[in-house]
């Protein structure tokens, strides 16, 4: 049987200044001024016909991804914020993200977004060097980037995430390094720190530019993990490092297989029914001009995760964390027993990639080759 696991919030603001090349999110270059008023109604009506899936439990964490959710006006936010919580119950210890671009950064503004219960940033930096956002195609520079992490901090912002990348076209080890230590300079209690990968349908994609060899890679890997250490960060997740209580609240709730509703133009949910035994996931529509359409639905996909596939989801979710999930969690949220995963978790096992216990883990080798480890979990 299927319990209801805690709930998040996300919301898509899918405009930015412009596309950068090697993102394949939803994004659109904002032409002119933004439709904030028709945008904000647009959400609070898609969250309307949510509200049937909230089922009497309180929003612990809410994140406004992009895009650029810091292209709009704390005007904007403010009519918004006013809709939630006449709609919804916060919890007291609510967490609320919301992505930054460092080329967006006004003192006020972002003043502003902290009076309204925005609690924690996520800023784009990427690299803080000159050459390397150039390639990336970034619209700041590297005194924009400094800019922006000094007013974040004098807005109040002490819980603030950092973004950066490595194996950057012609990034060598030492400008990796020389990029974590710039951002751990600031004292971020978050860090994102993650390999460039080409992806599909992207600039990128169509014309690749020339990455470091894998020796290179794996050095600047090693090198940048020791040096996290010694700052006392956890590296909580593949490519998340925290000071010690201040993982991601959101994020936690997607890899231990909580839900969210997803609102805004291509946003992306995931729902329980505990009633009916049964768990969807959603997809709203991606273009700002149909999501705006009023003669446009908003949901344009409600997939149902087959019974079969329910405790492979989860499990693929979850040995992303480095502490994996406890037994009873995934038994609370899948209704299963282990048994369901037992032939994946025994070859995991026999491969020494696995841990099982109270809790269900990668080992150290799970953790070096955790691609490995989860396409164990993959259904055919």
């Known amino acids: 049987m299927l319990h209801l696991p805690p709930l998040s919030l996300y919301i898509h603001v899918p405009w ?70 006449q709609r919804l119950t916060f919890a007291k210890d609510i967490e609320i993200t919301l992505e930054a671009n460092p080329g ?39 005194e924009q980037a400094l800019r922006a992490i000094k007013l974040a901090k004098k807005a109040g912002f002490d819980n603030f995430n950092l973004d950066l990348m490595h194996g950057l076209p012609g990034q060598t080890v030492e400008q990796a390094l020389d990029d974590l230590q710039q951002a751990l300079a600031f004292k971020p209690t978050h860090l994102s720190w993650y390999q460039l990968t080409i992806e599909p349908n992207t600039e990128f994609y169509k014309r690749p530019p020339q990455l470091p060899e894998d020796d290179a890679l794996w050095d600047i890997q090693e090198a940048g993990l020791v040096l996290l250490a010694e700052h006392g960060f956890d590296h909580y997740e593949i490519s998340a490092h925290c000071q010690p209580g201040k993982a991601s609240k959101h994020n936690l709730n997607y890899w231990q297989f909580g839900d969210y509703l997803g609102i805004g133009a291509g946003a992306h949910g995931k729902i329980t029914l505990a009633d009916a035994n049964v768990i969807y996931r959603t997809q709203k529509t991606r273009l700002p001009r149909d999501y705006l359409n009023p003669d ?25 964390l480095r502490e994996g999930m406890l037994v009873e969690d995934f038994e609370y949220r899948t209704g299963l027993t282990l048994d369901a995963v037992a032939e994946p978790v025994a070859k995991a096992q026999q491969l020494g990639l696995l841990n099982v216990d109270k809790r269900i883990y990668p080992t150290e080798k799970g953790q070096q080759y955790l691609n490995e480890l989860l396409a164990l979990f993959l259904t055919e």
């Open 16 to 85: 930015c200044i412009r596309k950068c090349p090697y993102c394949d999110f939803n994004s659109h270059q904002a032409d002119g001024d933004l439709p904030e008023r028709e945008y904000i109604r647009a959400l609070l009506a898609d969250l309307d016909e949510d509200l049937r899936w909230v089922q009497g439990r309180e929003i612990h964490s809410i994140f406004f991804g992009g895009g650029t959710p810091s292209l709009l006006s704390a005007r904007a936010y403010e009519a918004l914020f006013k809709g939630l919580k």
């Open 104 to 142: 967006t950064f006004e003192a006020e503004k972002f003043a502003a977004y902290r009076k309204l219960g925005i609690n924690r940033l996520s800023i784009g930096i990427q690299s803080f060097q000159p050459e390397h956002l150039q390639k990336l195609g970034r619209v700041h520079d590297r």
């Open 296 to 320: 446009k639905t908003f949901l344009t996909g409600k997939q149902t995760i087959e019974p079969e596939d329910i405790g492979l989801e989860c499990l693929m979710n979850g040995l992303r």
